[in-house]
Nanobody, 123 residues
Framework: QVQLVESGGGLVQAGGSLRLSCAASGRTFSSYTMVWFRQAPGKEREFVVVMSRNGGGIYYADSVKGRFTVSRDNAKNTVYLQMNSLKPEDTAVYYC????????????????WGQGTQVTVSS
């Protein structure tokens, strides 16, 4: 099992940047595919980016491609989401999640979830 804790959210103006972190407990972090989702008020949880266990495979949602960058440090049991050129429509609670399996974009694929961190982008 793995426990996930997100941090780094906050309030930023449009065009600004934030870096989210997701720290995982456990010794087998490198066994997990990691993903970021987000959920805006009144909307369904939305896929943002997924990264494979070794970091060699990455897939971004079109809405964030070219602006967001995911990375992971398996030695620190942490995955990061660097968000640049933020837009008001990026406002959401951001969740990291993990699964011991191949990459996927569906919410139901992921077994372990963090509590979420709020990102608010003002216009």
């Amino acid at each position: 099992q793995v426990q996930l804790v997100e941090s780094g959210g906050g309030l930023v103006q449009a065009g600004g940047s934030l870096r989210l972190s997701c720290a995982a407990s456990g010794r087998t972090f490198s066994s997990y595919t990691m993903v970021w989702f987000r959920q805006a008020p009144g909307k369904e949880r939305e896929f943002v980016v997924v990264m494979s266990r070794n970091g060699g495979g990455i897939y971004y949602a079109d809405s964030v491609k070219g602006r967001f960058t995911v990375s992971r440090d398996n030695a620190k049991n942490t995955v990061y989401l660097q968000m640049n050129s933020l837009k008001p429509e990026d406002t959401a609670v951001y969740y990291c999640a993990a699964r011991n399996g191949p990459m996927g974009t569906g919410v139901l694929l992921y077994d372990y979830w963090g509590q979420g961190t709020q990102v608010t982008v003002s216009s």
